[in-house]
C-alpha cells in the first residue's frame, strides 16, 4: 500500500491505484492499439516517451494503430522513468522492475514486454512460439521456446529461397490463417546470451505478405549429433505438444484449441529431434516439394 496526503487527507492507494494515478497526473502519453489490444504508455519526459514509442512499433513490427484511450480504459499500462542514479526503469502495471543503468538493455527488456503482453491479451488471435516460413505461399511452422534453435533454422530455411515470416510467433486468425509477424530475426552467437538482430534481406530472403495457410507443421529440437529421421503424427498429438508455446491460452482455451485445429487441420505433422541445421532444412524442404498442390491451384508444387 502506498500512502498519500491530498488536502491534508491521507490516502491508502494500492499499487495498481497508484499506477493509474501516476498516468493522470500530466506526465506525457501515448496510446495505441495492436491486435486488438489497447496500451497505454507514459513517461517521465517527452525524449523517454518517443523512445518508448519507437520501442513498441519495432516489438509489433509497425503493427499499432494511435488511439484515443484513458489509462483507466486500456487493457494495458506501462510507465516508463528515470531512476535518480540516472538509470531506467519499467513499471508494469502496477508492477516495477529493477532500474538499470544500460538504455540499451532497458530498451531491449520493454520490447519484450510489450511484446508478450500483447500476445497474450490478442483479442481474435492465437499467438504460438514458433518460426514461420512459406514456400510456394503455403507456410512451414517450427513451433520452439527461446533457446531452441528455431531461429538458426528459420534462417537456414530463408538462405535457401523460403520467404520470412516470423522467427518469434505464429499469428493465426479465427479462419485459421498465419499472419506474418516479419520483425528482424534475432540470432545468438554459438554460446552467447545476447541476440544480435539479423534482416532477412541480409540473407537474401523477402518477407511475407498476407496471411498464408499452413501446410506442415514440424516438431524438432535441436539435439548434438541427432539425425532428422521424421515420423508423421496426428493432429490430437501435435496440439497436445504446442499447447504450451500458446501465449496466453489460459485466458480461453477453447478459442486457442478451436484456431489451433483449423489452422493445422489439413497440414501434414512431422516429429524428429535434428542435428545439423543445414541438412534439417534440406531435408524440410525436400519434404515440402513433395506434399500435393492444393486444391484448386492448377499446378504442381
Not at 21 to 37: C, E, K, L, N, W
Not at 99 to 121: G, Q, W, Y
Not at 142 to 169: C, H, M, N, Q, W
Not at 217 to 239: C, D, F, H, M, V
Request: proline content about 5%; charged content about 25%.
Amino acid at each position: 500500500m502506498f500512502v498519500e496526503r491530498i488536502d491534508g487527507e491521507t490516502i491508502l492507494m494500492t499499487a495498481k491505484e497508484k499506477f493509474l494515478d501516476y498516468q493522470i497526473a500530466g506526465r506525457p502519453s501515448f496510446a495505441f492499439r495492436s491486435y486488438g489490444v489497447r496500451v497505454h504508455l507514459t513517461a517521465d519526459d517527452v525524449d523517454l516517451l518517443q523512445t518508448g514509442i519507437r520501442v513498441a512499433k519495432k516489438a509489433l513490427v509497425g503493427r499499432l494503430n494511435e488511439i484515443d484511450c484513458s489509462s483507466q480504459d486500456a487493457d494495458h499500462r506501462f510507465s516508463l522513468h528515470r531512476s535518480a542514479d540516472g538509470g531506467f526503469y519499467i513499471g508494469d502495471d502496477g508492477a516495477e522492475t529493477a532500474p538499470m543503468a544500460d538504455e540499451i538493455a532497458f530498451a531491449r527488456l520493454l520490447n519484450a514486454m510489450i511484446r508478450a503482453n500483447v500476445a497474450a491479451k490478442a483479442k481474435r488471435f492465437v499467438f504460438l512460439h514458433a518460426g514461420v516460413v512459406t514456400v510456394a505461399g503455403r507456410a512451414i511452422v517450427l513451433p520452439g521456446d527461446s533457446y531452441s534453435g528455431k531461429t538458426r533454422l528459420v534462417a537456414e530455411l530463408i538462405r535457401r529461397g523460403a520467404t520470412y515470416f516470423s522467427d518469434e510467433y505464429a499469428v493465426m486468425d479465427e479462419r485459421g490463417m498465419i499472419h506474418p509477424f516479419d520483425r528482424d530475426l534475432s540470432l545468438r552467437p554459438d554460446g552467447g546470451h545476447v541476440p544480435y538482430d539479423v534482416r532477412p534481406e541480409d540473407l537474401g530472403a523477402n518477407r511475407g505478405g498476407g496471411p498464408t495457410a499452413a501446410a506442415m507443421l514440424i516438431l524438432t529440437k535441436y539435439e548434438p549429433g541427432a539425425a532428422w529421421l521424421p515420423e508423421r503424427i496426428s493432429l490430437g498429438q501435435a496440439i497436445l505438444e504446442i499447447v504450451p508455446k500458446c501465449i496466453g491460452i489460459a485466458s480461453n482455451p477453447e478459442f486457442h484449441l478451436n484456431v489451433l485445429h483449423r489452422t493445422f487441420e489439413c497440414s501434414i505433422i512431422l516429429k524428429s529431434p535434428r542435428g545439423d541445421t543445414p541438412e534439417t532444412a534440406k531435408r524440410i524442404l525436400q519434404a515440402f516439394y513433395k506434399l500435393p498442390a492444393p486444391k484448386g491451384s492448377g499446378r504442381l508444387i
